[in-house]
């Protein structure tokens, strides 16, 4: 049995939790990662800005890439050479943010129109 960092957490646990918590995150070569898809590079400049506002508010920092019109997000600590429960928490408010639709919920703020001239962030249903 390998030794396990202090703060790491066991692949059976990440997987467990993703499900119940993060269902469109995924574990995968020891990251937790999120590809979003967007509408254009101008989201997915937008995508990016958003997660590294996020990232360095909480002083913990993903790996990114990005293309055209996507953008995949993953989260391990560096630090501890796994993933914490840091990456979780970063994880859920990213989500939170980046996968926000306020058309969804009501409210004076409406959404981003459906005309594909103004298309932002292709979400998840």
Same mark, same amino acid.
């Given at each position: 049995? =390998? ?45 990016? @800005? =958003? ?25 391990? @600590? ?48």
């Amino acid at each position: 049995m =390998t030794e396990r960092r202090e703060g790491v957490l066991d692949d059976d646990v990440i997987a467990e939790r993703l499900k119940a918590e993060l269902p469109h995150w995924r574990y995968e070569d020891g990251w937790i990662r999120r590809t979003y898809k967007t509408a254009s590079w101008k989201s997915t400049l937008m995508v990016i @800005n =958003t997660v590294g506002h996020l990232a360095e508010a909480a002083w913990h920092h993903p790996d990114l890439t990005a293309s055209y019109a996507w953008v995949e997000v993953r989260l391990m @600590n560096h630090a501890a050479k796994g993933v914490t429960e840091k990456d979780f928490a970063l994880a859920r408010k990213i989500e939170e943010v980046v996968a926000w639709q306020p058309g969804a919920e009501g409210g004076a703020l409406e959404g981003t129109p459906t005309d594909q001239r103004f298309a932002y962030i292709k979400y998840d249903h």
